[in-house]
């Protein structure tokens, strides 16, 4: 097979298609050494840019969160209802078998129950069960002086301990600042910051709630927190995607 094919199947795959082709052993080390791991690019530019288009229609989400009014930072972002549009639920299928991989590794050296089944919706029914019904599934937009402050995305007792936000706009291009914030409190330590700049169409997996953290001690929980740090001109949206409902 040639490069050129090569490169023209990589263009024309599924988004489903390009996380299962993701290099999934690499990116579980590096999220064991940083908590957070970039994949390669998993949508186009259009593909991106109509994502970022539904943000203007209102009948797309079960609600809007203005950040400045709850005191977590500037900007807006916005639930999606259910049923959700399909770019999204496609994602959020392909990611879970990989996480989960993931998320169960994580759990056995921290000695905690792994309740995750193999499949998302089998986990989803758990969460509504539990009374964890409403979509988490969230579109974000950000202005220039937007910025998001540290926070978990906790619902419930009901959590997946890995995320994943995607990159809708370009950065340096359509907006300056906006780099990703994860802050890692390190068992007995001071904590440690990471930033990373999302490229458009690519996606960051990250650590929920908290990850295991190898000490003198043998594996300690080490707790997380992430948010977006300010936007300095343009805008910038993101899609997150949440493995438990709200």
Known sequence: ???????????????????????????????????????PRLLDPADCRALAALYDDPARFRSTVDMARHRFGSGEYRYFADPLPEPVRALREAFYPHLLRIARDWAARLGRPAPWPDTLGEWLTRCHDAGQSKSSQILLRYGAGDWNALHRDLFGEMVFPLQVVIGLDAPG??????????????????????????????????????????????????????????????????LGLVFHDA
């Open 1 to 39: 097979m040639t490069t050129t094919t090569t490169r023209r199947r990589a263009r024309t795959a599924a988004p489903g298609e390009r996380v299962a082709a993701a290099d999934w052993t690499a990116l579980a080390e590096e999220l064991d050494a940083l908590g957070c791991a970039l994949t």
């Open 173 to 238: 291009t359509d907006y300056t600042g906006g780099e990703f914030l994860l802050v890692e409190q390190r068992p007995r330590a001071q904590s440690r910051g990471t930033t990373t700049v999302l490229c458009q169409g690519h996606a960051l997996v990250f650590t929920t709630r908290d990850r295991p953290v190898r000490s003198a001690r043998g594996w300690s929980a080490g707790a997380v927190r992430h948010g977006v740090s300010t936007v300095r001109s343009g805008h910038r949206h993101s």
